[in-house]
C-alpha cells in the first residue's frame, strides 16, 4: 500500500510480512510465519492464541523492543527496519506506550512521579508533567493515592498506575501484554473498562495481548495467532 493510502485510512501501525524464528540448539522455531497488520487509529485489537503462540513476541516486535528476522514495521508510515538504536528509542517514547502483566514502576517514585517520568524524559515542563499526571490519576480514581509508592498500593492500583504511564505521553500505540492477567476476575473487569475507555477518550489504538475471552468482546477486532499465522476471528 503506498502512503497516500495509509494517510487516507489512518493506519498508525503497518506490520509487513514479518516472521520471528528463534534457534534453540538444532531447533528452529517459527513463531511467526510472514505476518501482517493493519491497525488503525482509535482501534482496539485484541491478540489472542495459546501460551507459547507469539502473542508477546508480536507485541516486542510492533514495539521496536525486539528485531523481526524479516519484514517491515511502520508506525504510522515511517519505516522502522534501518533505525538506529537512538531512533527507535525516540519513536518508542514519543509514539509507544507499554503496559505489562506485571506493573514494572519504579519502587522509589511515588504514583505521580512514576506517571510523571515519561514526560520528563520527553523534555516537557515539570509542573507541567506533574499536573498532568495528577490528572491521568484523576481519571482512573486514583485520586488519594497519587502520593503513595507502588508497595503501598494494591495489585489494581498498581496496574492502574502503569495504564496512567503509558498513556502519558499521548502515544498513538498501546501495546498491552495480558495487563489484567494478574488480578483477580473482578478487580481484571473493572481496571479493563478503565484502561479501554480512557484509551477510547484518547483516540489511542490499543493492541491487546489476553486470554480472557471476555475481554477480548470488547475490542473493536480479535485476531489469533495460530501456527505463526494471523487469523481474524
Ligand atoms: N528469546 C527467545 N529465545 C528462544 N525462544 C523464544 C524466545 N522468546 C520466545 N521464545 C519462544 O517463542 C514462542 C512464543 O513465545 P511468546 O511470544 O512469549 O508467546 P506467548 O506470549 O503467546 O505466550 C514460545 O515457544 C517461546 O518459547
Ligand atoms: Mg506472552
Not at 503506498?2 to 510480512?17: A, F, G, H, S
Not at 525486539?66 to 518508542?92: L, Q
Not at 506485571?102 to 507541567?128: E, Q
Not at 499521548?170 to 481484571?188: C, F
Request: with cysteine; hydrophobic share 35%.
Amino acid at each position: 500500500m503506498n502512503n497516500n493510502n495509509k494517510k487516507q485510512l489512518d493506519i498508525v501501525l503497518t506490520l509487513d510480512n514479518i516472521s520471528r524464528i528463534y534457534s534453540q540448539g538444532n531447533n528452529e522455531i517459527n513463531v511467526l510465519n510472514n505476518v501482517n497488520l493493519e491497525m488503525r487509529r482509535g482501534e482496539i485489537i485484541s491478540l489472542v492464541g495459546n501460551s507459547g503462540s507469539g502473542k508477546s513476541s508480536l507485541l516486542h516486535i510492533a514495539g521496536l523492543l525486539e528485531k523481526p528476522n524479516s519484514g517491515e514495521i511502520y508506525i504510522s508510515d515511517v519505516k522502522c527496519s534501518k533505525m538506529t538504536d537512538f531512533e527507535r528509542t525516540i519513536v518508542r517514547r514519543v509514539s509507544i506506550g507499554f503496559i505489562y502483566q506485571f506493573h514494572h514502576l519504579l519502587s522509589d517514585f511515588t504514583a505521580v512521579d512514576n506517571v510523571a517520568m515519561p514526560m520528563l524524559l520527553s523534555g516537557s515542563d515539570k509542573v507541567y508533567s506533574k499536573n498532568k499526571a495528577i490528572d491521568l490519576l484523576n481519571n482512573l480514581g486514583l485520586q488519594d493515592r497519587v502520593n503513595h509508592l507502588p508497595s503501598q498500593l494494591s495489585g489494581g492500583e498498581q496496574q492502574r498506575v502503569s495504564i496512567c504511564r503509558a498513556l502519558a505521553n499521548k502515544p498513538d500505540i498501546l501495546l498491552a501484554d495480558e495487563p489484567t492477567g494478574n488480578l483477580d476476575i473482578k478487580t481484571a473487569e473493572v481496571v479493563f473498562e478503565q484502561f479501554i475507555s480512557l484509551a477510547r477518550k484518547n483516540n489511542t489504538s490499543v493492541l491487546l495481548a489476553t486470554h480472557n475471552q471476555k475481554l477480548s468482546e470488547k475490542s473493536d477486532r480479535t485476531i489469533r495467532i495460530i501456527d505463526g499465522q494471523l487469523v481474524e476471528n
